[in-house]
């Protein structure tokens, strides 16, 4: 039997991808998956910035979410892959870093709150793909998304922790891309960073060395759009595109759908429900396209 | 006899502490024969008078420095051989302190040339004129002075303000709440900015840590100092 679960849905998708908050509960409401929000949380926070300016203040914030959901009595299901990293990694350290629980545990004392780390985190594409399933999934498709697809996993859904393989997760994200329906197409720079983090210190770099070759890889397969699971992966390509054609690039300007939109869309949900025109590429266009 | 001068280093403290109850932040034995106590700029005055009374100790000098966000100064005395620092700092917007020199005609100099240096206002210091720096030095160019910094990169900068002022790194735009609304989900999600109990908690806790302190987040403006 199932447990609690609560959403983190981290600062990114309710205020800039809200689409995506809006499929993801079409699609866990469709799988019969009841969900708490969790009240009161706060950013993770981000853990490519300001994981590395403060840890202490990253530990401890951490830890305040992950003791929201613990007091709430439920495992969290994290819907950004950022707020992911920060999440499990956080959890970790918490676990095993003796003297960092407890100098935490001292600081959320006075706010009345504690950590004891019971709760497990979760990426939701693991959510998806280990507790409801491939086959649940697939029974629920009813309007399969028979196009052809890249796939942009993000660096983030590789953390693991314990040593496991890497792949783990993105193998299972490639796997609900296809039980949608869709064929995915291999480009070969899949493991390439999207250029997000470094374009906060060199947009250049990030657009030219990044963004670009894999653009033009993914322009060498008969991909029609591109799938993501991170928000900030999405917003690095679908403004990325932007920036190198208004800089005179020739170039393909692919729709950036994440997987939950595709997942709702596979699941019956008509496009102009989803709030698709948030995305600044033509993510409307392409499921108003394949959905008539 | 380094148990006998242990007693003394420590009897200074004792009375430092006990003349002004609570208010030396932090008193400390550096190492033999060095007493550090924080004191704030606005105890720092009855902290000299509460040594000069007890002790009469010898002045030594003043010392400054400019970390970027503020400007830590430390007066240096001597007690017996006991080197007492009573410690203190001041934010650089204001840069001003009160002048000892009334009460310790020696530092009438230091706290001269500290001034000239650093930029720094002695309130209530005799002296108008230059004493280290040619007369027709330009008055807003502090030879030691650096520029109001601190610590986050330029980058940082914008998410921490966001983080601090509302738990959330994103600015909350118009029409992100209305997009929510009208897809039929509550204008905030359910985070921290949504709720003043859940934000005042994440807040303490910011506070408790000292994060704001080391970031220089000024809580009134609701921005970094250096922004």
């Excluded at chain 1, 853990?47 to 990253?58: A, R």
């Excluded at chain 1, 830890?63 to 959890?91: H, K, M, P, Q």
């Excluded at chain 1, 793909?129 to 399969?144: C, F, N, Q, S, Y």
Aim: with cysteine; aromatic share 8%; proline share 5%.
């Amino acid at each position: 039997m199932m447990g609690k679960h609560a959403f983190f849905l981290g600062c990114t998708i309710p205020l800039r991808l809200t689409s995506v908050e809006i499929a993801a509960r079409r699609v866990f409401s469709q799988l019969n998956v009841e969900f708490l929000d969790l009240e009161g949380y706060t950013c993770c926070p981000e853990p490519v910035t300001l994981g590395i300016i403060d840890k202490e203040l990253w530990v401890t914030a951490a830890a305040r979410n992950l003791a929201l959901a613990e007091r709430a009595g439920a495992d969290l299901v994290v819907l950004c892959s950022g707020c992911y990293e920060t999440l499990i990694e956080a959890s970790e350290i918490l676990k095993h870093e003796d003297e960092t629980r407890k100098k935490v545990n001292e600081q959320l004392a006075s706010i009345g709150s504690k950590y004891e780390g019971k709760i497990k985190v979760k990426h939701f594409i693991e959510f998806l793909h280990e507790d409801i399933g491939l086959g649940r999934i697939k029974e629920a498709v009813t309007t399969p998304i028979a196009v052809n697809l890249a796939i942009h996993y993000g660096c983030h859904l590789s953390r693991e922790v314990g040593g496991d393989d890497p792949w783990r997760k993105p193998k299972m994200m490639r796997e609900l891309v296809e039980a949608t329906g869709a064929k995915v197409n291999d480009y070969g720079l899949e493991k390439l960073c999207c250029g997000f983090p470094i374009s906060q210190f060199d947009r250049e770099f990030s657009l030219q060395q990044r963004l670009l070759p894999k653009l033009r890889s993914i322009e060498g397969t008969a991909a029609e759009a591109i799938v993501f699971a991170c928000p900030a992966c999405t917003g690095q390509f679908e403004n990325g595109q932007d920036m190198l054609i208004g800089s005179g690039v020739e170039l393909t300007e692919y729709p950036c759908i994440h997987i939950m939109e595709l997942l709702a869309l596979s699941f019956g949900v008509p496009p102009a429900e989803l709030n698709l025109d948030l995305h600044s590429s033509a993510v409307k266009e392409f499921a108003e396209c394949f959905w008539e | 006899m380094s148990g006998d001068k242990k007693m003394t280093e420590v009897e200074i403290i004792n009375l430092l502490v006990k003349k002004m109850t609570g208010k030396p932040a932090k008193c400390s034995v550096t190492r033999e024969r060095r007493v550090s106590v924080e004191v704030s700029a606005a105890d720092l005055r009855e902290s000299v008078g509460a040594l000069l009374e007890a002790y009469q100790p010898r002045f030594i000098t003043l010392a400054a420095i400019d970390n970027g966000l503020d400007i830590e100064l430390m007066y240096h005395f001597s007690v017996g051989g006991i080197v007492v620092t009573l410690r203190t700092i001041i934010p650089k917007e204001t840069s001003q302190i009160g002048t000892i020199s009334d009460i310790v005609p020696a530092a009438e100099f230091i706290e001269k040339e500290v001034a000239e240096l650093f930029g720094i206002n002695f309130e209530g210091h005799p002296r108008n004129t230059n004493l280290v720096l040619p007369d027709d030095w330009p008055a807003k160019e502090k030879p030691l002075g650096k520029p109001l910094a601190g610590r986050l990169p330029p980058q940082a900068r914008g998410e921490v303000e966001n983080l601090l002022s509302s738990g959330c790194a994103q600015i909350i735009l118009e029409y992100a709440t209305e997009g929510r609304e009208k897809a039929g989900l509550p204008k905030l999600p359910s985070m921290a900015c949504a709720s003043e109990e859940s934000l005042k908690e994440f807040q303490d806790l910011i506070k408790r840590i000292g994060f704001d302190k080391r970031a220089g987040y000024n809580w009134e403006k609701g921005k970094l100092r250096y922004r």
